[in-house]
């Protein structure tokens, strides 16, 4: 009797974890704004839900490899990652794909600001006065924040960070570089433009302390990947419905939560730059 | 090395000991990656301040649940933990016992977390594990140290049983009160590190709090924040023993649930990712060229930041602890003790990294911010264990003790002293632990390599970088224990 419980309660958990297989999740990771994830993104499951025909769940990450190792794990099956995690996951996960971008990702742009007592101006060149000066990128693992930045600082002067810069920090995150910028803990930092910009109109942000000297050529950044399976496991044409439907997410709200004006086909070759400034220095192997 | 404690009076060895230490945290300063910086920080504070007196949460559900969530992950944590933790203790006169439970708790709680996590991903699993495994290295030693200083007439009497009998009949009964107020001081401390867990990524109160502070959102922080100091500091007006049962049912219910684990992907993860690819692939020169790369470029000057973060932060904590205690102790200050209480579970309660924030808005970033936020936070929470000495001693006191400054110089520090000096010595270990950790601020301690490897998914470097501060701590660990036992210290209550 006993042994016979015990395996109805195990006959239950593997239907459970069955049922589970079913759920289609996602994670994503804003470029700003990380609050109230699940009321935001919650929505956008609803709406997926609903255009997609299956239950669609959103599980908050904290960070790039958080979501990167929930990819790879496929505790999410879709993901809206930044150009350099979308490429680690994707170099992770055999026949996964980048099926859409953000209309502003085409051509992303990383400012480069500077606190105003260090007298550098604007300029069309990188200025040559930040060398010396202490610098923050932003989270480790940011396209727009660490990466690009990084890559148009060599090209520019052909040195590391570390000998070009007094001190190179990583602030974690763009609202806190521009945070930590104006307030002189660190005299120069690469923003990605778009918080910078936002935050510019919101009033955040006093341009007596911190401006930005220079913006960096444009390159592609964020997109919807999802894995390679999932034709497979939620019907045949289910990757090209997910597709259709990002594209004609049309709610004003619920593109506000990334922020993007909308959804654009992409594919994984739109970040063949990417992987190669990557492997350039040093943080693809 | 070369400390040698001379056969002199007890009060003599205590302060050659303290003046030993005191200069190796003076030749840090001069291996510290010290810098001082004039930033333009009030700006921010005021917001930083104003966010505080205005805190602010627009789903007070979602605030209970991750409340709920980190005391479930510190409830589940500890009773595990601690069971483990008697068994170990068990057989602690056996080596490898000790070794192993010096390795496990010797990676901090988060390094854990991060390991797990790609695993298990975000799941209850993975925060359970991440508390469970140090805590139970933590409980063996600890609980190891309680029984040797139990009386061994009570053991005698069953001297023909054996080993597990003499244990559960003789040396854990008697040890028992000993061993209950130390799990309480263990569970406020799981609280501590169940909120921190959420930082990456596990649904407790630090995924708010991080965030919010993160983006600056201060009034947010602050009402996460708030939140946690009153959890913790109303632990005794919530947590009723009889109901520790339902506690931990109701915990085991409220944990977030559990995705699928694919077990292939466990095993690759333990017998690929966690090693280098020349390795894997029987080029063991390659493997070793590899392993010397790393030490000599990251591990080296990394160990170099962490050791003399520790030892400058580690004297510092001392020192602040003796400066605040007084102030939260009744017989010392009367009757406005109860600030001096708030001020130390405010300074323990505030997570390092943020403390850690808020010095590198003062002073620039350097390793300065990391040496003052861990002393803080540690030097508080030693004042507040030293206060509670205190107060509890006073209890006897005879009427013509001195009063005021006399007492506190002639009578109360005098009887804290070894105390104190035991509980830094414990500190120490979990000072090494987490200046490793405030790498993840910029500073290139082991933490900041750590993570940077985490970042750039090289998990084979993450982990051998895990096991070199792992290697730093046990030895810290064993310094410390020897040490003590020279200076005849003993273990001190929490």
């Known amino acids: 009797m006993k042994l016979r419980s015990l395996f109805a309660v195990a006959a239950g958990m593997l239907m459970s974890a069955a049922a589970a297989a079913e759920t289609f999740t996602f994670t994503a990771i804003p470029d700003a704004d990380e609050s109230r994830l699940n009321a935001r993104f919650g929505k956008v499951a609803d709406y997926l839900s609903e255009q997609l025909g299956v239950e669609v769940k959103y599980i908050p990450v904290k960070s790039y490899p958080a979501a990167i190792t929930a990819f790879r794990n496929d505790q999410v099956q879709l993901a809206w990652f930044g150009g350099l995690s979308g490429v680690q996951a994707r170099a992770l996960v055999d026949g996964s794909e980048a099926i859409a971008q953000g209309y502003e990702d085409q051509f992303f742009k990383t400012y480069i600001i500077a606190h105003t007592s260090t007298g550098i101006e604007a300029s069309d060149e990188l200025p040559e006065d930040i060398k010396g000066k202490t610098f923050t990128f932003g989270s480790k693992g940011s396209t727009s924040g660490r990466l690009m930045p ?12 570390d000998e070009l810069f007094s001190r190179v920090g990583f602030s974690g995150d763009h609202s806190r570089t521009i945070a930590q910028v104006q307030s002189g803990v660190y005299q120069v930092g690469a923003v990605n433009y778009s918080v910078w910009d936002t935050e510019v109109e919101e009033g955040k942000i006093d341009t007596d302390k911190v ?6 050529p444009t390159y592609p950044d964020y997109q919807w990947t999802i894995r390679g399976d999932v034709d497979a496991r939620y019907g045949e044409g289910f990757k090209e419905k997910v597709r259709d439907v990002l594209l004609n997410m049309k709610d004003e709200d619920l593109l506000a939560s990334f922020p993007r004006k909308s959804f654009v086909p992409a594919s994984n070759d739109d970040y063949a730059p990417i992987e190669r400034t990557g492997k350039a220095i040093g943080l693809l192997d | 090395m070369g400390i040698k404690i001379h056969a002199v009076s007890t009060g003599a060895r205590y302060r050659n000991l303290s003046l030993w230490f005191a200069l190796v945290a003076f030749l840090s300063l001069f291996f510290a990656d010290i810098f001082l910086y004039q930033p333009d920080p009030w700006e921010e504070f005021g917001r930083i301040g104003w966010g505080m007196i205005t805190p602010f949460w627009p789903d007070a559900d979602e605030l209970l649940m991750s409340a709920l969530h980190t005391v479930s992950f510190a409830l589940l944590g500890v009773a595990v933990s601690a069971a483990l933790g008697v068994l170990l203790a068990i057989w602690f006169h056996w080596r490898i016992v000790r070794v192993f439970s010096a390795v496990i708790r010797s990676v901090h709680e988060i390094f854990w977390g991060l390991l797990f996590m790609q695993v298990f991903g975000l799941s209850a699993l993975t925060g359970l594990l991440a508390i469970t495994i140090p805590f139970a290295g933590i409980f063996a030693k600890v609980f190891s140290d309680i029984f040797h200083q139990q009386s061994s007439a ?13 244990f559960f009949y003789a040396w854990i009964p008697q040890a028992w009160p000993a061993m209950r107020s130390y799990i309480r001081y263990r569970f406020e401390c799981a609280l501590r590190s169940s909120a921190i867990l959420g930082f990456i990524g596990l649904p407790t109160l630090g995924f708010h709090l991080e965030t919010a502070f993160r983006q600056g959102d201060y009034s947010e922080a602050a009402a996460v924040f708030w939140v946690f100091l009153i959890l913790i500091g109303t632990v005794r007006f919530w947590f009723y023993k009889k109901l520790l049962l339902a506690y931990l049912l109701g915990a085991l219910f409220l944990l977030p649930e559990m995705p699928p684990v694919n077990a292939s992907f466990v095993w690759q993860f333990f017998t690929q990712d966690l090693w280098p690819g020349s390795l894997l692939n029987g080029d063991i020169a390659g493997a070793l060229r590899w392993y010397g790369n790393v030490l000599a470029d990251e ?4 160990l170099i930041q962490t050791i003399a973060i520790t030892q400058a932060a580690l004297v510092l904590s001392g020192v602040l602890a003796l400066a605040w205690y007084p102030f939260a102790s009744r017989w010392l200050v009367g009757r406005y003790y109860w600030l001096g209480r708030f001020k130390l579970l405010v300074l323990r309660s505030v997570p390092e990294l ?3 924030y808020l010095f590198m808005l003062l002073f620039g970033p350097s390793a300065l911010p990391a040496i003052f936020a861990l002393a803080l936070h540690n030097g508080g929470l030693i004042a507040f264990l030293l206060a509670n000495h205190s107060q509890d001693s006073c209890a006897q006191q005879r009427q013509d003790s001195p009063v005021g400054l006399a007492r506190y110089f002639y009578q109360d520090l005098p009887q804290r002293y070894p105390a104190f000096l035991a509980l830094l010595f414990y500190r120490w270990e979990v000072i090494m632990r987490e200046s490793a950790m405030m790498g993840v601020l910029g500073i290139a301690t082991l933490g900041f390599y750590v993570d940077s490897a985490f970042e750039e998914i090289r998990f084979d470097k993450a982990f051998f970088l895990i096991l070199v501060a792992a290697a730093l701590n046990v030895i810290v660990d064993s310094l410390s224990r020897r040490l003590r036992k020279a200076a005849g210290l003993k273990t001190p209550r929490m």
């Open chain 1, 150 to 161: 990084e890559f148009f600082i060599r090209d520019t002067f052909n040195a590391a960070p």
């Open chain 1, 211 to 216: 401006k930005v000297v220079w913006t960096t």
């Open chain 2, 154 to 166: 009570t053991v005698d009497t069953l001297s023909g049983s054996s080993r597990l009998s003499r």
């Open chain 2, 299 to 302: 591990v080296g000057p990394a």
């Open chain 2, 354 to 356: 943020m403390l850690a």
